[in-house]
């Protein structure tokens, strides 16, 4: 079993940045990609960005690419997300999610390929 505990989210004017970050514990070798995704009120929750273990690729939705960036400290099983140039429409609770081995893969953007999933931290962006 894998658990994923977020931090680094609160409240920030437009144009500002935030760092999430996302710890791993338990059995992390099950984990093939890690994420986030973000759920704003009313809305669908959406991914935002992710990376497969061991692999160098990242992934970014169209609406957070070259503001938000993804790293990895890999001793301390950790994902982080850069969070520049905020704007209101980012505002939501983001997610931490991660890949089982053994579950069925449908893309990184879709919420159904991610077994794991953090209990979430509040980001929001004011005009």
């Known amino acids: 079993r894998v658990q994923l505990v977020e931090s680094g989210g609160g409240s920030v004017e437009a144009g500002g940045s935030l760092r999430l970050s996302c710890a791993a514990s338990?059995?992390?070798?099950?984990?093939?990609?890690m994420g986030w995704f973000r759920q704003a009120l009313g809305k669908e929750r959406e991914g935002v960005a992710a990376?497969?273990?061991?692999?160098?690729?990242?992934y970014y939705a169209d609406s957070v690419k070259d503001r938000f960036t993804l790293s990895r400290d890999d001793a301390k099983n950790t994902l982080y997300l850069q969070m520049n140039s905020l704007e209101p429409d980012d505002t939501a609770m983001y997610y931490c999610a991660g890949v089982s081995r053994t579950g069925a893969w449908l893309g990184w953007k879709d919420a159904r390929s991610f077994a794991y999933w953090g209990q979430g931290t509040q980001v929001t962006v004011s005009s």
């Open positions: 990376v497969p273990i061991g692999g160098s690729a990242m």
């Open positions: 338990g059995d992390t070798t099950d984990i093939l990609y």
